[in-house]
T-cell receptor
Framework: NAGVTQTPKFRVLKTGQSMTLLCAQD?????MYWYRQDPGMGLRLIHYSVGEGTTAKGEVPDGYNVSRLKKQNFLLGLESAAPSQTSVYFC??????????FGSGTRLTVV | EDQVTQSPEALRLQEGESSSLNCSYT??????LFWYRQDPGKGPEFLFT???AGEEKEKERLKATLTKKESFLHITAPKPEDSATYLCAVQASYNTDKLIFGTGTRLQVFP
């Protein structure tokens, strides 16, 4: 049972490039989330989904887009990467109100 | 504005030296308070959920307690393997779709 799997684990982008981060969960959870973690800022919610085909904005959504075409997958896209998006990105899932299960993270550097 | 504040930012303990971490919160109606452990380079790992004032939960050397304004994570006779960052998060009753995280306490336990 893998839980929450994130790919890739590391990535370096040049300013202006685009990329997609993939999150997959095998626990049949309805809720999925994308967070970013920066030193001294804690975990901040980017976008989330309360079920297949739904998405909603979190605290820091600008510059990101998401899609949840299948229940088990939640994709985070950066259309035109900026240095301010250098961060560690975490995906999480849960079943409404219970403890989140997090992935191991994607470390993204934008140069 | 809903807010979570953790203290201290960092804590150094000798093995066997018990202590407590604090999580104070302001939220318009608390549905749940969550504690997570995060090891370097990994995603947060769920520890406890507390729902009402007076509630306590234990796991090995850790015990979490909750009042109407704060939560404590008590660490009894810590070992070096307890070294990690401990994160606190709250879920508001008016918006159960997401968690609000504190910035964490970085705990180091020396032999």
């Amino acid at each position: 049972n893998a839980g929450v799997t994130q790919t890739p684990k590391f990535r370096v982008l040049k300013t202006g490039q685009s990329m997609t981060l993939l999150c997959a969960q095998d626990m049949n959870h309805e809720y999925m989330y994308w967070y970013r973690q920066d030193p001294g800022m804690g975990l901040r919610l980017i976008h989330y989904s309360v079920g297949e085909g739904t998405t909603a904005k979190g605290e820091v959504p600008d510059g990101y887009n998401v899609s949840r075409l299948k229940k088990q997958n939640f994709l985070l896209g950066l259309e035109s990467a900026a240095p301010s998006q250098t961060s560690v990105y975490f995906c999480a899932s849960n079943e409404g109100g219970y403890g989140y299960t997090f992935g191991s993270g994607t470390r993204l550097t934008v140069v | 504005e809903d807010q979570v504040t953790q203290s201290p930012e960092a804590l150094r303990l000798q093995e066997g030296e018990s202590s407590s971490l604090n999580c104070s919160y302001t939220v318009s109606g608390l549905r749940g308070l969550f504690w997570y452990r995060q090891d370097p380079g990994k995603g947060p790992e769920f520890l406890f959920t507390l729902y009402s004032a007076g509630e306590e939960k234990e796991k090995e050397r850790l015990k979490a307690t909750l009042t109407k304004k704060e939560s404590f994570l008590h660490i009894t006779a810590p070992k070096p393997e307890d070294s990690a960052t401990y994160l606190c998060a709250v879920q508001a009753s008016y918006n159960t779709d997401k968690l609000i995280f504190g910035t964490g306490t970085r705990l180091q336990v020396f032999p």
